[in-house]
């Protein structure tokens, strides 16, 4: 059977499974969207993404057509039809069909997509040894253009950076916000360990506050490391002494270069592993 896709209310085979040409999620990337694990059978913070996805959704002033917990059982309604244990959900909500202008009053029903499947985002042995990266000339979305807390689906600040480290043999990069700091990387949230101190972007350095940066956030303060979010700048990440990447599809993922520079040692780091682990086990409970 060819994977079931939930398109508002109904489930079509993958080949079956459309929107209109005319929907301003396609016309402008009018919309906004999730990505969210499962691990055996179940979402990992389900609540915590449907929040982010309310809040994206009122930022644009987008009304989900649907209630939260309609919405969540879509969701488990569609890990259970294609019996996905341990996959990748990606809920989606456009705005809808409308006129060729961009006025969002001129479309109606926003449909709302689940599709679950599944994902391997980097090699294994990216998770062993760790990625190169390097930092993008293109800048993170100015807060007051298009703030990066919106889960939006215009992605394309974020592929314009991604082809920067494609074009430089890297599977991601690093994006630096208006001011020069280091904001996050096209994908994933950032993390630094100096000194044993974890350290990573606040939300106001203007990224997207990751549900599974908040998940490592929790996990080093219980561990006892000490957590700082706050301003960075390239100038840390040379000379931090770790260095790693958080996001639902990337999981946790160590880097050990960046800008052609090794990080520390050029190895994975001990803080890196032990944080991983305690991922591992969290998110397999
Ligand atoms: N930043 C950006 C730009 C992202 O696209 C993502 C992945 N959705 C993240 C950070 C990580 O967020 P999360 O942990 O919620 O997947």
Not at 55 to 70: F, V
Not at 74 to 101: E, Q, W
Not at 116 to 126: G, K, V, W
Not at 250 to 262: G, L
Request: charged residues 25%; hydrophobic residues 40%.
């Amino acid at each position: 059977m060819s994977l079931q896709i939930y398109i508002s209310g109904k489930f079509y085979p993958k080949e079956d499974a459309k929107i209109s040409v005319y929907d301003h999620g396609l016309l402008y990337g009018d919309g906004v969207f999730e990505g969210m694990r499962s691990y055996n059978g179940k979402v990992f913070r389900l609540e915590q993404h449907l929040d982010r996805l309310w809040s994206s959704a009122r930022a644009i002033l987008l009304e989900i057509p649907m209630t939260r917990p309609a919405l969540a059982k879509a969701v488990n309604d569609t890990l259970a039809l294609n019996k996905i244990n341990d996959g990748y959900i990606r809920l989606v909500v456009t705005r809808g069909a409308g006129s060729l202008g961009i006025d969002p009053n001129k479309t109606s029903h926003p449909q709302v997509i689940v599709i679950a499947d599944s994902i391997s985002l980097y090699p294994e042995e990216f998770y062993q040894n760790g990625l190169e990266i390097i930092t993008a000339s293109t800048i993170r979305n100015h807060p007051a253009a298009l703030s990066p807390r919106i889960k939006s689906l215009n992605y394309l600040n974020n592929i314009l950076a991604k082809l920067e480290g494609l074009q430089a043999g890297c599977v991601e990069a690093l994006m630096l916000n208006h001011k020069g700091e280091v904001a996050e990387c096209t994908g994933d949230n950032i993390f630094l360990v100096k000194d044993s101190t974890v350290q990573t972007p606040p939300l106001d350095a203007g990224i997207l506050e990751g549900i599974t940066r908040d998940a490592i956030i929790e996990l080093a303060k219980k561990a006892g490391y000490n957590v700082s979010e706050n301003a960075l700048t390239r100038h840390d990440v040379y000379v931090a002494d770790e260095c790693f990447l958080t996001g639902s599809a990337a999981e946790v993922i160590p880097v050990v270069k960046v800008d052609k520079r090794p990080i520390g040692d050029g190895a994975v780091g001990p803080v890196t592993r032990d944080l991983l682990e305690r991922f591992k086990k969290l998110v397999r409970g």
